[in-house]
């Protein structure tokens, strides 16, 4: 099962707003990576994080993992058309395999 | 690089038959995963080959769910017989080990829509 809960589920924007999306764990992670799904399309990797208050820029997105290494954040700034999709966080449960959240759905209002 | 690539992009088939996803991981990555997508449950791990040999296939449904990789190339997920549950989109993902345990980037294939009638 999952081992990290992502909220919200979904996640409606005006076109230009920010917005946050956050991934918890009850447990402390090794590391975070997150993916972005675009509608009828497959995961593809965005950023991973490892370090303890990391923080990462690519472009609008920011990308933070907690001090206590429980929780990752994502932040987008100036919401466009195609920030559209469903971005999951993913966790490594001690060996090669990952565990996705459930995934924050992103529509954009124009 | 091609990426990873899947066949059939979609299928549509009756309950009871016989139905094979396949898999080509990029080359020179040397672990695959088969997951299941849906609205319902997810992203979920289904089957795990690490240098071709299964490594973890917990997350496997039940014995109607069977998966090979015959060389490193190559990998086919079976269902037989299948059932209307199993309509789903069927990714699979490779990715090269580095040594240091879920650091390793996935990447995904543009997934199987089945659709079991």
Same mark, same amino acid.
């Given at each position: 099962?999952? &081992? ?53 820029? &690519? ?52 | ?117």
């Amino acid at each position: 099962g999952q &081992q990290v809960m992502q909220i919200p589920q979904y996640q409606h924007v005006q076109e230009g707003e920010d917005f946050t999306t956050y991934c918890n764990s009850s447990t402390t992670l090794s590391n975070i990576q997150w993916y972005k799904q675009r509608p009828g399309g497959h995961p593809v990797f965005l950023i991973q994080l490892v370090k303890s208050g990391e923080v990462k820029k &690519q472009k609008r997105l920011t990308f933070q993992f907690g001090e206590a290494k429980k929780n990752s954040s994502l932040h987008i700034t100036a919401t466009q058309t195609t920030d559209v999709g469903t971005y999951f966080c993913a966790v490594s449960r001690g060996d090669y395999k990952l565990s996705f959240g459930a995934g924050t759905t992103v529509t954009v209002r124009a | 690089d091609a990426g990873v690539i899947q066949s059939p992009r979609h299928e549509v088939t009756e309950m009871g038959q016989e139905v094979t996803l396949r898999c080509k991981p990029i080359s020179g990555h040397n672990s695959l995963f088969w997951y299941r997508q849906t609205m319902m449950r997810g992203l979920e791990l289904l089957i795990y080959f690490n240098n071709n040999v299964p490594i973890d296939d917990s997350g496997m449904p039940e014995d109607r769910f069977s998966a090979k990789m015959p060389n490193a190339s190559f990998s086919t997920l079976k269902i037989q017989p299948s059932e209307p549950r199993d309509s789903a989109v069927y990714f699979c993902a490779s990715s090269r080990t580095s040594g240091r345990k879920g650091t390793d980037t996935q990447y995904f294939g543009p997934g199987t829509r089945l659709t079991v009638l």
